[in-house]
C-alpha cells in the first residue's frame, strides 16, 4: 500500500465521535498523522499573513499542550523549522541547549523528549509546520 493510502486509511480511522466537522479537521489529520507515522505526538500550526503563529490541531492533549508551548515561548523547534523551511531534529539535550525555556515547560508539563519539526509547503494562508513528538 502506498504512502497515500496508508495515510488515507489512517484519516478514516480519525473520525471518532467528538471529532466530525470541518472545523475539527487539522486535529484529525494531526491524529492520523500520528498512528500513521507512529510517533507519540502530532501537532499541525500556520504562520499567518500578518506573521502570527497560530496552532491548528494536534492528536492529543499532551501534543497540544507542547504546540501551545511553542507559540507561548515564541520558541522552538516548530518556530525555527517554519523560519528556515528546514527539517529540526531535536533530543532533549538538544532542546534545552537550543530553546530553554521551551524545553523547561515541555519536559516539566508533557511526557515528551524529543521533537521531529517539518516544514510544510507553503499555503494561501501562510507557511506551516508539523511537530511529530517523542515520548524517548
Not at 486509511?9 to 466537522?21: F, S
Not at 502570527?52 to 492533549?61: F, Q, Y
Not at 508551548?69 to 522552538?76: A, D, K, S, V, W
Not at 523547561?104 to 499555503?123: E, H
Request: hydrophobic fraction near 50%; include cysteine.
Amino acid at each position: 500500500m502506498t504512502i497515500a493510502g496508508r495515510f488515507q486509511e489512517a484519516l478514516v480511522a480519525a473520525e471518532e465521535p467528538g471529532l466530525g466537522g470541518a472545523e475539527l479537521l487539522p486535529v484529525r489529520l494531526a491524529v492520523a498523522a500520528a498512528r500513521m507515522l507512529e510517533v507519540d505526538g502530532a501537532g499541525i500550526s500556520l504562520v499567518d499573513s500578518a506573521g502570527r503563529r497560530v496552532p491548528l490541531g494536534a492528536s492529543s492533549a499532551d501534543a497540544a499542550t507542547a504546540e501551545r508551548l511553542q507559540f507561548t515561548t515564541g520558541e522552538g523547534p516548530c518556530t525555527t523549522a517554519q523560519e528556515t523551511r528546514e527539517p529540526v531534529f531535536a533530543v532533549e539535550e538538544d532542546l534545552v541547549r537550543r530553546w530553554p525555556v521551551f524545553a523547561d515547560l515541555l519536559l516539566g508539563g508533557t511526557p515528551f523528549r524529543a521533537v521531529v519539526a517539518l516544514a510544510l509547503l507553503p499555503a494561501l494562508a501562510g507557511d506551516g509546520a508539523m511537530d511529530l513528538f517523542f515520548t524517548r
